[in-house]
């Protein structure tokens, strides 16, 4: 219990930290991997029109969506 404790914590820091650090930047000028831009172009290429600023729920659910 003691060192699943321990983890626990130290994970939770951790967790801090690095939501400190994205929150703290503008998101355009963040980069987390050295190929995101290569990520977003591809999630761009199969989904063009999704709203990636309002994720409606039941949007994502409906037949066209899926």
């Known amino acids: 219990p003691r060192v699943e ?5 130290k994970a939770h820091q951790h967790a801090q930290v690095y939501f ?3 929150s703290s930047v503008d998101p355009k000028f ?3 991997t050295k190929v ?3 990520i977003y172009e591809e ?5 063009r029109e999704l709203r990636v600023d309002v994720l409606d ?5 409906s037949e066209p969506a899926k």
Do not use: G, S, Y
């Open 5 to 9: 404790l321990a983890w626990a914590m």
């Open 43 to 47: 999630f761009r290429k199969t989904f």
């Open 30 to 32: 963040l980069n987390l």
């Open 36 to 38: 995101d831009d290569r």
């Open 57 to 61: 729920p039941e949007e994502l659910k």
């Open 20 to 22: 400190n650090l994205i």
